[in-house]
């Protein structure tokens, strides 16, 4: 990770987030209105959305999902670790048991 990535505003984001969603519609040869069609936003919308001028969350998911690209948020807030502290503390006295 870049220290780039770290400091960036929230305008910044917008823009990149905008930027790759663009990248990822056309990828997929669809159109803003495809892409709106898909998403059950408006065309207005999506052009907002990928001129880095924000969206509600809810537009947001919409895009993501009508992309194919939910996988990608699961991905992002996926659990970081699930190995539980109780289970190592519990393996940690039976191997001292014996």
């Known amino acids: ?3 780039e990535a770290i400091i960036r ?5 917008e823009r990149e987030i905008g930027r790759r969603i663009q990248v990822a ?3 997929q040869r669809m159109t803003q209105q495809e892409l709106a069609d898909r998403s059950n936003v408006s065309r207005s919308a999506i052009k907002y ?3 880095g001028h ?3 969350l809810a537009t947001f998911l919409n895009v ?9 948020l699961e ?3 996926a659990v ?3 190995v539980s502290p109780l289970a190592i503390l519990q393996e940690k006295k039976n191997r001292v048991r014996s």
């Not at 505003?9 to 984001?13: F, G, I, K, L, Q």
């Not at 999902?65 to 996988?71: K, M, S, T, V």
């Open 1 to 3: 990770m870049t220290t």
């Open 9 to 13: 505003s929230t305008p910044e984001w």
């Open 25 to 27: 519609r056309k990828a």
């Open 49 to 51: 959305l990928e001129a």
């Open 54 to 56: 924000g969206s509600s």
């Open 64 to 72: 993501i999902r009508a992309l194919g690209l939910d996988g990608t």
């Open 75 to 77: 991905e992002l807030f």
């Open 80 to 82: 970081v670790s699930s």
